[in-house]
């Protein structure tokens, strides 16, 4: 906190460096950073529980993101969402029960000229069809993801 205290309205910058950090907003985090920032326990909660891109649980080892906007939602990302609820067993903000994939919503991936989009660990995947989503998901039971 002592690197962004000082400047106009740290705390989106705090909470983007918590979980840069550690993947995660911890429960026990948000009165330590209340108090460092001099804001109520409920101004942090409210902020974590407001935007999606927070998380308050660890992620999966492998992080999969929906887009949810409007040229993705045209393009058929409703029925790309819904299968991948599926095919996960899981909905949006929960992480399959061994741990190894997180399911996020994400409110455009700036690949609109490519929609539906999804972005799985941080490379973004476009044209995405549930049959290339099932092929896409399948590359993760590599030796590679074992390691992970």
């Known amino acids: 906190m002592a690197q962004f205290k000082d400047r106009p309205g740290p705390l989106l910058e705090v909470l983007h460096a918590v979980q840069a950090a550690i993947g995660f907003i911890p429960a026990h985090s948000i009165?330590?950073?209340?108090?460092?920032?001099?804001?109520?326990?409920?101004?942090?909660?409210?902020?974590?529980?407001?935007?999606?891109?927070?998380?308050?649980?660890?992620?999966?080892?492998?992080?999969?993101?929906?887009?949810?906007?409007?040229?993705?939602?045209?393009?058929?990302?409703?029925?790309?969402?819904?299968?991948a609820r599926t095919r996960l067993g899981v909905d949006f903000h929960e992480s399959t029960p061994d741990g190894r994939l997180s399911l996020e919503p994400v409110y455009c991936l700036g690949n609109c000229a490519c929609s539906p989009a999804v972005m799985l660990d941080g490379r973004p995947y476009g044209r995405m069809t549930p049959a290339r989503l099932d092929a896409l998901l399948a590359g993760l039971n590599s030796p590679a993801d074992a390691e992970a």
């Not at 330590?32 to 308050?56: K, M």
């Not at 999966?60 to 969402?81: F, T």
Request: with cysteine; aromatic share 6%.
């Open 31 to 83: 009165g330590l950073i209340a108090e460092g920032l001099n804001l109520s326990r409920a101004d942090v909660h409210g902020v974590v529980t407001f935007y999606h891109h927070f998380r308050s649980a660890p992620p999966g080892r492998h992080v999969l993101q929906v887009c949810r906007a409007e040229s993705c939602q045209a393009l058929g990302a409703q029925a790309l969402a819904e299968h």
